[in-house]
């Protein structure tokens, strides 16, 4: 495990002393996003905001940093006790830590979070990187902002078990070729909305109400909003990928996403019952080339999916007479061995990281490489291969003990 770094700056200071966080114009920190070049977005859903910061000059390039071994199926624990390292920056005990999201910045690899400093409406928001195996606090005072209203939002509201609706104002955020896709709640009774924002932003922006046939329910639905998405091209068609809460598997071409209109997506597939998606990250499979989508799950083992198979998916049984369907179901879904996944995102073709809790100790929370295309790192495992004198089918012990920088 890497040391967090003890000079902190002067916005770090004040936040670990009780002072203002870093940037007063964050009143929370949820979904995060990266541009094609430097900007970071950040979904401030108590505020109903999208912040963008162009952090330039703050990107550290991360390529010298080791992250496992490819070839060997080894990955790298960047960080054990990652709330702990957290807390240390932060000035609170580790309870007191929230990670909500991470994303990374794929031209230097550097990884972000965004973090809340406690819990409930009083929570402070922050921003932390991982800067070549240490943290550091961003300084988003120093960046460029400039910021974008989702609408109306719910304020007091809440859900059937107490749950703020305030923080589904904004639940994912993506950016595709010159625009914010951004999928949340409203204020409305049709509350599921897709907003779309060109960025940089205008005055403009242009938010779709979407139904969904919701085959757990058997039943139409309007107020579940997106929890997880992509923007794919299926046959050259910009296509948006979404995964609902508890968990249909829906595609709408981005082309029926306009101003004031009450789409209806196209259920295309089924998780399973009980769960909540995570992520869902494209990737390419080195391999064969394939291009495919991974998601990731509360509940459930994460899954991949690919664009071919996400084209081809026609539309689940939907309508009067149709049974719940209970089960994973519809487009074709390969499981990934990735239980205790927190959050999740690409590093480059040949590595993933996560925010997990520990194979061997589900207290300790990681921040942890794993090798693509499995998404599978040996070491979580004790297996034939791994004893003195075994079978070794695959080659892997004529590498030499991986060894870190």
Known sequence: MKLTKSILTASALALAAGGAVQAQSL???GALAFDDADTLFVGDAKAGLVHAFDLGDALADQSGYQLGRAQTFEGRTIFNNLDVEIAAILGVEPEQ???????VHKPSKQIFLSVHRGHGPDAEAVIVSVNNGALELVDLAAADHSSMSVGPVPTSATLEFGQPLNTRAITDIDYYQGE?????V??????????RMPFPFTDEMSTSSIEIWHAVHAQYETRAPIITQTV????????LIAIYACTPIVKIPLSELTDGAEVKGTMIGEMGFGNTPLDIVPYVNAWDGSSNVVVTNTNRSAASLSIAGLTAA????EGEGVQPVFSVAGVDQFPLP???????????ENYAVVVRTSPEDPRNIQLHTIPLPFFFD???HVVEMNFEGSPDPFGYKAAPPLEFN
């Open 27 to 29: 009143s929370s920190a």
């Open 97 to 103: 830590v929230v990670i909500n999201d991470m994303v």
């Open 180 to 184: 914010l896709l951004v999928a949340g």
């Open 186 to 195: 409203s204020n409305e009774e049709f509350s599921s909305k897709l907003r």
């Open 232 to 239: 794919a091209e299926l046959d050259g068609v910009a296509t």
């Open 314 to 317: 026609e539309a689940m049984p």
């Open 338 to 348: 990735m239980s205790g996944t927190l959050h999740l995102d690409t590093l480059d």
């Open 378 to 380: 040996r070491a979580d």
